[in-house]
Each structure stands twice: as C-alpha cells, then as structure tokens.
C-alpha cells in the first residue's frame, strides 16, 4: 500500500508564512501528478496547487503567493504558503497519482493538517 502523511500546518497571523510537506512511502514504482487541495469549514475541496514532472498549476486565489515544489528523491511535495490570509483557512490534504511496485496505478491521499490563519 502507499501512504501520504502531511505536516507543517497551524496557527499563523494574516500575513505570515507556512510550509507544508506531504511523504509519499510504500509499494511506490513512480508517482506521476502530486497535489495539494483544501477544504474550508462548510465548503468543497478545491485544487490549490498540482505539480507534475514538468510543471506547476496553482488555483488563481494563490498565486504569487504560494509555491508547490517536488523532491522526487524523497517522494515529497512541498507548499510553501506566504502571505497568508483569513480566507487561506483550511485543511490542508495532499495526494499522488502513484503506479505501484505491483504496476496498479491509483489516487492516494492524505488525511491532511489544518492551517488556521487569524488574529
């Protein structure tokens, strides 16, 4: 099986940073797409951010603001979360579009990290 486990989230002022890190291990061959989504209190999941081997794609509401970047080595995507915003509140979950060592190709996901942004 593959697991994905997020961290770095918490409580930050309008206006600070974050950086969030989400590991990939197990049964994993190659991961082709990783991505970072959210889900706000009463709202649906959105994209915020998907890094594939050749690009990044963010949501409109954060970009300039946030970075994605991927170390393939460690399995790892990153978002580095500047400029925060009340609006930015949210969990905060990963997942990867992974072919495992038994070549099935599958969506894992994270269970995520809060991100509480507030005065």
């Known amino acids: 099986q593959v697991q994905l486990v997020e961290s770095g989230g918490g409580l930050v002022q309008p206006g600070g940073s974050l950086r969030l890190s989400c590991v990939a291990s197990?049964?994993?061959?190659?991961?082709?797409?990783m991505g970072w989504y959210r889900q706000a209190p009463g709202k649906g999941r959105e994209l915020v951010a998907a890094?594939?081997?050749?690009?990044?794609n963010y949501a409109d509401s954060v970009k300039g603001r946030f970075t994605a970047t991927r170390d393939n080595a460690k399995n790892t995507v990153y978002l580095q979360m500047n400029d925060l915003k009340p609006g930015d509140t949210a969990v905060y979950s990963c997942?990867?579009?992974?072919?495992?060592?038994?070549?099935?190709?599958?969506?894992?996901w994270g269970r995520g990290t809060q991100v509480t942004v507030s005065s």
């Open positions: 997942n990867a579009d992974v072919v495992t060592v038994g070549r099935a190709r599958s969506i894992f």
């Open positions: 197990g049964s994993i061959s190659s991961i082709n797409t």
């Open positions: 890094v594939t081997s050749s690009s990044t």
